[in-house]
């Protein structure tokens, strides 16, 4: 029951940073840790059909500002997560999953083939946009286990959708590594943000839950 309502804390606790202090940046142990809670999410088949751009260079996080509709959680939090998804997942991805499988768990590769086939058998009997599209479903997987850790940590978050994906894309060099961005988020420490404080609104249990 403590572990439960400390959840609940942390979940009341953060909500979307509007305003960052930029003098204060997130550690090293702590940068790590979020990074580690993202390359751990969950994904369909385990398939991991994303990358996570960390962007702390103060020049290019200035030119992204322009295509983010001058949000100054781009320049101002302490770190910028550009959460892409794959373009390119194909039958050579689900090898090196296989291979990574085998190698991990010390097993046989060739124990692995019935998966294999599935997962090929997925990928493959898709149109290419639609496997985009899957793709950019599980980086708000991914996502979601961010601002969850974050807010364990009280370390202040704020997801983020109104930028210009096809300009962030060419400014970051994204197509030509078969890349993506769907989604950003700001990391840091919140500064005077009227909305830090503000009670949390959500709509009741009765109105968003229903069970049979």
Same mark, same amino acid.
């Given at each position: 029951?403590?572990v439960?309502?400390?959840?609940?804390?942390?979940?009341?606790?953060?909500?979307?940073?509007k305003?960052?202090?930029?003098?204060?940046?997130?550690?090293?142990?702590?940068?790590?840790?979020?990074?580690?809670?993202?390359?751990?999410?969950?994904?369909?088949?385990?398939?991991?059909?994303?990358?996570?751009?960390?962007?702390?260079?103060?020049?290019?996080?200035?030119?992204?500002?322009?295509?983010?509709?001058?949000?100054?959680?781009?320049?101002?939090?302490?770190?910028?997560?550009?959460?892409?998804?794959?373009?390119d997942?194909?039958?050579?991805?689900?090898?090196?999953f296989?291979?990574?499988?085998? &190698?991990?768990? $010390?097993? #046989?590769? +060739?124990? @692995?083939? !019935?998966?294999?086939?599935v997962? =090929?058998? &997925?990928v493959? $009997?898709r #149109?290419r +946009?639609? @496997?985009? !599209?899957?793709?950019?479903?599980? =980086?708000?997987?991914?996502? $979601?286990?961010?601002?969850?850790?974050?807010?364990?940590?009280?370390?202040?978050?704020?997801?983020?959708?109104?930028?210009?994906?096809?300009?962030?894309d060419?400014?970051?060099?994204?197509?030509?590594?078969?890349?993506?961005?769907?989604?950003?988020?700001?990391?840091?420490?919140?500064g005077?943000?009227?909305?830090?404080?503000?009670?949390?609104?959500r709509?009741?249990?009765?109105?968003?839950?229903?069970?049979?």
């Amino acid at each position: 029951m403590v572990v439960m309502n400390k959840i609940i804390e942390d979940l009341n606790w953060r909500y979307a940073t509007k305003k960052f202090d930029a003098s204060r940046k997130l550690t090293q142990d702590d940068v790590h840790e979020l990074l580690e809670a993202l390359r751990l999410a969950p994904s369909s088949f385990g398939l991991q059909p994303w990358k996570f751009l960390v962007v702390t260079d103060a020049k290019t996080r200035e030119q992204l500002r322009e295509h983010a509709f001058n949000q100054p959680q781009i320049t101002e939090a302490s770190h910028l997560i550009v959460l892409c998804a794959r373009t390119d997942m194909d039958e050579k991805h689900v090898g090196r999953f296989v291979e990574s499988i085998a &190698s991990t768990r $010390g097993i #046989p590769k +060739e124990s @692995l083939d !019935e998966y294999a086939q599935v997962m =090929v058998g &997925s990928v493959s $009997g898709r #149109p290419r +946009e639609h @496997l985009i !599209e899957w793709s950019k479903r599980q =980086v708000y997987i991914a996502l $979601g286990f961010l601002l969850s850790a974050a807010a364990q940590k009280r370390i202040d978050a704020c997801p983020m959708e109104g930028f210009d994906s096809a300009k962030f894309d060419e400014v970051l060099g994204l197509r030509e590594k078969n890349l993506t961005s769907t989604v950003l988020c700001a990391l840091g420490h919140r500064g005077e943000d009227t909305y830090s404080g503000a009670k949390k609104v959500r709509f009741g249990r009765e109105d968003v839950m229903e069970f049979r």
